[in-house]
Every structure is written in structure tokens, then in C-alpha cells.
T-cell receptor, first 115, second 119 residues
Framework: DTGVSQNPRHKITKRGQNVTFRCDPI?????LYWYRQTLGQGPEFLTY????????KSRLLSDRFSAERPKGSFSTLEIQRTEQGDSAMYLC?????????????FGSGTQLSVL | AQTVTQSQPEMSVQEAETVTLSCTYD???????LFWYKQPPSRQMILVIR??????QNATENRFSVNFQKAAKSFSLKISDSQLGDTAMYFC????????????????FGKGTLLTVNP
């Protein structure tokens, strides 16, 4: 068990560019979540997958955001035409879907800065 | 929709003493979990403790324990024998487990309490 891995740790981009983040969950975890956190706030839910199916997407999520989990293992989060307001920490979490033992384990996050 | 409120933006405690962090939540669901997560300066989110709503007994994990008052929708975290390494942001979070038609299996977080343990 190597934990949830996120890459890159930091990303600096110019406004209007596209960026993609990767998340590798704990092996055998079938649920994968993406959250966004700005300084001084709690994490805000973006979307989650069970296996390869995207089960829920936040209504706050712009059409510029898209997430995939093609084989039910790793996931990518892409932001198109980045804006300064997209600057935040993007957190990935995973869990094993057993209703008697629901616990989310988080990665270290990807810090995005849009200039 | 569920909401989680942490009314204490910041708290401080002396090393070796006890501190209690408050959390209230609002939900119409009956089947849910509550969590406390810790986020140190490294920003790695670490699970501290979990409480199942159907259990009356309060959860404990070593120096961490909760006071779960279901009727009052209150879920406080007590840290005993505080250590310098406990300095962090603490987030209370809610997870609906389904059956009530609401959104399931995702965490809804409060805004956090910054705890500083002083030597």
C-alpha cells in the first residue's frame, strides 16, 4: 500500500493554457474522488468515480473541467482554458466501497497556479 | 443538501493539555458517517477518526475521541495530552450513505479550525 499518488505536485501555467493532473489511487480502491481546496477553506467536491463510471459531478464544475478514469485505475483531471480563479490545490482521494467501512484516503495534492 | 459548520476558526492549547473542537451539521438523512480530518502544513489530509451515525458509542482513537450528539447534530473532537505535532487545520466532514435520495458517498467538509499547540 503506497498511498494515493498525485502528479505533478506543483503546476504553474499561463491563463488560457490547458493542464492535466494525474491521480493513482490505492490499489484495489474502486472509488476515486477529486476535490478542490483554496487557502483557508475546506475541500470542495468536484466529482467521483466508482470503477470507470463517473457517478457524480458537482454543479459548480465548469464545462472547462473534465475527468476520466478509463480503466478504473488511475484518473486524470483536465482543465481547459485555465483562468486565474482556477488557482487552488487539487486533491484526489480513494476508497474501497464497503458500506461498513467507508474511509477516504487523500493524496498530497497538486497545487495549481494560473498566472 | 448537507452543511457542516465549524464555528471556531482558530484555537490554541498548551502542550499536554486537552482541547475540544466543535462541529455541527445539518442533514435530513439518517444513515451517515462523520469524520475528522487533520491537515498539517504539508497539506496532506489525514483521517483522524470516524463515527457511524447508527452507533451510540462515541468513537475513540488513542488520544482522540468524539462527542457525538445525534439529536443535536453535534460532533466535537477532543484531543487529550496535546502534542506539538497536533498543530494543524482540523476539518469536520459528513458522508451520506444512501437510502434517503440524497447525494451519497462523498465528503462534505466544514471550513476548518486551525489548532496551534504551544510548547
Amino acid at each position: 500500500d503506497t498511498g494515493v499518488s498525485q502528479n505533478p505536485r506543483h503546476k504553474i501555467t499561463k491563463r488560457g493554457q490547458n493542464v492535466t493532473f494525474r491521480c493513482d489511487p490505492i490499489s484495489e480502491h474502486n472509488r476515486l474522488y477529486w476535490y478542490r481546496q483554496t487557502l483557508g477553506q475546506g475541500p470542495e467536491f468536484l466529482t467521483y468515480f466508482q470503477n470507470e463510471a463517473q457517478l457524480e459531478k458537482s454543479r459548480l464544475l465548469s464545462d472547462r473541467f473534465s475527468a476520466e478514469r478509463p480503466k478504473g485505475s488511475f484518473s486524470t483531471l483536465e482543465i481547459q482554458r485555465t483562468e486565474q480563479g482556477d488557482s487552488a490545490m487539487y486533491l484526489c482521494a480513494s476508497s474501497l466501497a464497503i458500506t461498513t467501512n467507508e474511509k477516504l484516503f487523500f493524496g498530497s495534492g497538486t497545487q495549481l497556479s494560473v498566472l | 443538501a448537507q452543511t457542516v459548520t465549524q464555528s471556531q476558526p482558530e484555537m490554541s492549547v498548551q502542550e499536554a493539555e486537552t482541547v475540544t473542537l466543535s462541529c455541527t451539521y445539518d442533514t435530513s438523512e439518517s444513515n451517515y458517517y462523520l469524520f475528522w480530518y487533520k491537515q498539517p502544513p504539508s497539506r496532506q489530509m489525514i483521517l483522524v477518526i470516524r463515527q457511524e451515525a447508527y452507533k451510540q458509542q462515541n468513537a475513540t482513537e488513542n488520544r482522540f475521541s468524539v462527542n457525538f450528539q445525534k439529536a443535536a447534530k453535534s460532533f466535537s473532537l477532543k484531543i487529550s495530552d496535546s502534542q506539538l505535532g497536533d498543530t494543524a487545520m482540523y476539518f469536520c466532514a459528513f458522508m451520506n450513505l444512501g437510502g434517503g435520495g440524497g447525494s451519497n458517498y462523498k465528503l462534505t467538509f466544514g471550513k476548518g479550525t486551525l489548532l496551534t499547540v504551544n510548547p
